[in-house]
């Protein structure tokens, strides 16, 4: 017997679809307490925050790998808000793509008068924790495929004993 579908009031349509994005290309134009403006970004674009998440992962990585010590804790939160104002303001073609110059920008930035005032009063709230949601989930998921990825060698490498003991027999 077949269902009847119940029509609603509004079918979704691609063009419904695109112009739910819209918001993320309105732009703001943002003063600082000094008087400096900014054009920023109020709603984070998700492409655009998995495209810096990515960024915010090879950073870390290579300044793991090249300055032989992680960065602390407080420094990788504040790296990541670096990133939200590289992304998200139109500083984005200021800052460089380099990990080195990016460091040193970074340690500059952070300690401005700006950072903290962007951070805090020109961001969204809500923008910020979807940032880090995410992040949480990316990590999340690269648990749970390297606790699989772990798994699987361990069976794979009890199956190759296995089969070695019949070989041998």
Do not use: C
């Not at 008087?35 to 870390?60: A, D, V």
């Not at 970074?106 to 700006?114: G, K, L, M, P």
Request: net charge negative; glycine share 2%; hydrophobic share 40%.
């Amino acid at each position: 017997m077949a269902q009847k579908i119940k029509k609603s009031k509004s079918t979704l349509t691609l063009s419904k679809a695109e112009k739910s994005v819209e918001m993320y290309d309105h732009t703001h134009l943002f003063e600082f307490s000094d008087g400096e403006t900014l054009i920023i970004y109020p709603r984070f674009r998700p492409s655009l925050t998995e495209e810096m998440l990515e960024e915010y992962g090879h950073l870390l990585k290579s300044i793991n790998e090249n300055v032989g010590s992680p960065l602390r804790d407080k420094d990788q939160i504040y790296l990541l808000h670096f990133l939200i104002v590289k992304y998200f303001t139109d500083l984005k073609d200021s800052f460089s793509n380099d990990w080195e110059v990016i460091l040193s920008q970074f340690n500059t930035f952070v300690d401005s008068i700006y950072f903290k005032e962007l951070m805090e009063v020109a961001f969204l709230r809500e923008e910020i924790q979807k940032v880090w949601d995410k992040a949480n989930e990316i990590v999340s998921t690269l648990t749970l495929m390297s606790k699989l990825d772990e798994k699987f060698r361990e069976k794979m490498n009890t199956l190759e004993v296995q089969n070695q003991d019949l070989i041998n027999i």
